[in-house]
C-alpha cells in the first residue's frame, strides 16, 4: 500500500477553518483517499473519500492536488467535538473487502 | 442503522482463560473486520472475512481464533493470551461491492493479567 505523510498534531480555535494536510507521493493511479477520524473512546468513523475531484459532504470537504500527491481535509467551521485523530489512507479499489492501512494519523485539538 | 454493536466493552482476563468477543451489525454488510489497537497507535488489521469466508489473516498468533457463524455476527475467541496482547480489539463491517466504507464498532477494551 502506498504511504501517506500528516503531521502529528495540530491545534485550532472553535468555529475556524481547520486545514489536514496529508502528502502522498507514491499515490498510484487507481487509488482513492480516505479519510476517517476516531474521536476519543470510540472506533474510527469515515469521514470522506475521492479520487481525483474535490468532494463535499457534510463533515467535510476534500481537496485533492492536480497532481494528486497531497490532499487536504477541510472542516470549515470546526467545533469542540471534531477534535480527534485524523488518518489519511489510500485504497486501491473502492471495491471488494479491502483492509484499512492506518498511519499515525494528525491529531487534531480544538480550543474554545 | 449504521451500527456496529461490540460486546463486551471491557474484558479482564487471566492468561489462562478463554474469552470470546462478540461484534453484530445488521446493515447487510458481507465483510466483517477484525482491529487491534495499542494504546496511542493506530488501529492494525487482524482479520477479514468475506461472505462469511475468511479472507485475509494478518499473520496473526493462533490463541486468536475469529468466526463468522452468520453474515451478522463476528466473534473472536482468545485463549492463552499474553499481557502484551491488552488492547482495543475493534470490529468493522462494510459492503463488499460498491463504496466500500467500514463502519466501526467502539471496541472492547482487553486487560490480560
Known amino acids: 500500500d502506498a504511504k501517506t505523510t500528516q503531521p502529528n498534531s495540530m491545534e485550532s480555535n472553535e468555529e475556524e477553518p481547520v486545514h489536514l494536510p496529508c502528502n502522498h507521493s507514491t499515490i498510484s493511479g487507481t487509488d482513492y483517499i480516505h479519510w476517517y477520524r476516531q474521536l476519543p473512546s470510540q472506533g474510527p468513523e469515515y469521514v470522506i473519500h475521492?479520487?481525483?475531484s474535490n468532494v463535499n459532504n457534510r463533515m467535510a470537504s476534500l481537496a485533492i492536488a492536480e497532481d494528486r500527491k497531497s490532499s487536504t481535509l477541510i472542516l470549515h467551521r470546526a467545533t469542540l467535538r471534531d477534535a480527534a485523530v485524523y488518518y489519511c489512507?489510500?485504497?486501491?479499489?473502492?471495491?471488494?473487502?479491502?483492509?484499512?492501512?492506518f498511519g499515525q494519523g494528525t491529531r487534531l485539538t480544538i480550543n474554545p | 442503522d449504521t451500527e456496529v454493536t461490540q460486546t463486551p466493552k471491557h474484558l479482564v482476563m487471566g492468561m489462562t482463560n478463554k474469552k470470546s468477543l462478540k461484534c453484530e451489525q445488521h446493515m447487510g454488510h458481507r465483510a466483517m473486520y477484525w482491529y487491534k489497537q495499542k494504546a496511542k497507535k493506530p488501529p492494525e488489521l487482524m482479520f477479514v472475512y468475506s461472505y462469511e469466508k475468511l479472507s485475509i489473516n494478518e499473520s496473526v498468533p493462533s490463541r486468536f481464533s475469529p468466526e463468522c457463524p452468520n453474515s451478522s455476527l463476528l466473534n473472536l475467541h482468545l485463549h492463552a493470551l499474553q499481557p502484551e496482547d491488552s488492547a482495543l480489539y475493534l470490529c468493522?463491517?462494510?459492503?463488499?461491492?460498491?463504496?466500500?466504507?467500514?463502519?466501526f464498532g467502539a471496541g472492547t477494551r482487553l486487560s490480560v493479567l
Open positions: 475521492g479520487l481525483t
Open positions: 468493522a463491517s462494510s459492503p463488499v461491492w460498491g463504496k466500500n466504507i467500514q463502519y
Open positions: 489512507i489510500l485504497r486501491d479499489s473502492i471495491q471488494g473487502a479491502q483492509k484499512l492501512v
